[in-house]
């Protein structure tokens, strides 16, 4: 469609084009040329405060490495633990049994209403008041525990979509030949939405890896956005510096992942032996952010 | 029951959860617009741009983003948004920045899936009346990509109201940095989390409930 909203271009268009492009350029230009006085202005820009990242190796063994493995750490218990609690829950609420279906739709639906914030620092206060968790383990514990809650609530909503997505005759096959409702999930359904949900699932470890940031800054969890306001104290208050680094990695995380999510979904797509069901990003979009009755769906 | 409610105030944080988020809901809806118009329009230096932004402020947590806002941009540089010294003011203010920056790579995304679902011939049939990309964006296309884009955007709205409370990192005493406090310092921690949740299950489950209403309203039949 974008393409399509102009033709293809004349002389004049052309020379249109070449005046905005000029304009634009000279915009950006001016942004970048205050934000380098600005910065220069408060020796922001000083090798001296570049060095630790771009002179060595010390700042990457010593703080971002062990703040990146304990972002990994956390995203990576997330999802192990959320998976199973999110299809349980999923599943639950495609049963036929009123007492299941309202329950885990319940859960679900409140769970999602709910800031991840919120309930990381509810996971925080539970664990010092009611378990005798250490206190460092606290913050780890507490971070994961927000980020399961939240998320076991929308991969419920993943796997349901995923199985619902799922052509009807698949489960119509699975009662012709015989199978129980419990079978035809187990042997039929679920083995194809897990494909289908591939996608959409590895985008989801893209928000919980930017969650896991919150811990950093709110619980006190050496995470790897801690690691940059612990180093920037360590290096001489290079804020800027700190933050840009970090920032770059994340990136360089999210975008490999969200890079490898599109290329599965294509795959999908694609493939001839599959039903052509998919789930991709923008689901998960509206998943994560549709709170109750499937509203915009 | 109630009585460690004294001397906290409840409903004032949650009056600044909704003002943090109205506030970067209409900064967003606008330079997310913006974004979305220069990502389908026929200049390449701007198309790239538009692509990057959002490449980029996607992929970096907003914790990162409204942290660097205080302690970068305020700490370090000194921009204050005009708010000059008086540090829970700057820090309001950086936080609906910080909130903008963000969740505009979000709405662009939102919108341009609108404009996804408007027929090729409705720009077509626009160009065939002679109008200039400008007038076939803003008159003919974005008016029922908007209609469309009403669903992808209520889902933008709502993340939005529970990520107003990353602006706790910078200490904007919205929701749940008040929870955050109370909880530390009272011992009703169910309650409170249970007063907290409710309040934002009252925001953000009318809002799905409403705006889904709207959208099926005004969606373009086609």
Known sequence: MSSLLYDSQGPRAKQRNVLYTVLFIAALAAVLWWLYTALDEKHQLDWVLWKPYL?????????IWPGLQNTLKAAALAMIIALPLGAVLGIARLSDHAWVRVPAGVVVEFFRAIPVLVLMIFGLALYSQYTDVSSDDRPLYAVVTGLV?????????????????????????????????????????LPQAVTAMLPAIVSQLVVIVKDTALGGAVLTFPELLAAANTMSGYYGANTIASFTVVAVIYVVINFSLTSFASWLEGRLRRGKKSTGAVLGAQDVADIAGTAATGAGR | ???????????????????????????????????????????????????????????????????????????????????????????????????????????????RSGINTVPVGQAEAARALGLSFTQVLFVVVL??????AVGPLTNVLIALTKNTTVAAAIGVGEAALLMKDMVEKEAQLLLISAIIAFGFCCLTLPTGLILGWVGKKVAVKR
């Open chain 1, 55 to 63: 002179g060595s190796t010390e700042a990457y063994s010593a703080y």
């Open chain 2, 143 to 148: 008016p029922q990509a908007f209609r469309a």
């Open chain 1, 149 to 189: 809650l939240y998320n076991a609530s929308v991969l419920a909503e993943i796997v349901r979509a995923g199985i619902l997505a799922l052509p009807k005759g698949q489960s119509e096959a699975a009662m012709a030949i015989g199978l129980r409702k419990s079978q035809g999930m187990r042997l039929i359904l």
């Open chain 2, 1 to 111: 029951m109630f009585d460690f409610l004294d001397g906290y105030d409840v409903l004032g944080a949650f009056w600044t959860t909704v003002q943090l988020t109205l506030l970067a809901a209409a900064g967003s809806l606008i330079w997310g617009t913006l974004l979305a118009a220069m990502r389908v329009g026929p200049v390449p230096l701007m198309r790239g741009f538009g692509t990057a932004y959002v490449n980029i402020v996607r992929n970096i947590p907003l914790t990162v983003i409204i942290l660097f806002s205080s302690l970068g941009l305020y700490s370090t540089l000194g921009i204050s948004l005009g708010a000059g010294d008086i540090v829970k003011t700057a820090n309001f203010r950086l936080a609906v920045l910080g909130l903008i920056v963000y969740t505009s790579a979000f709405v662009c995304e939102a919108i």
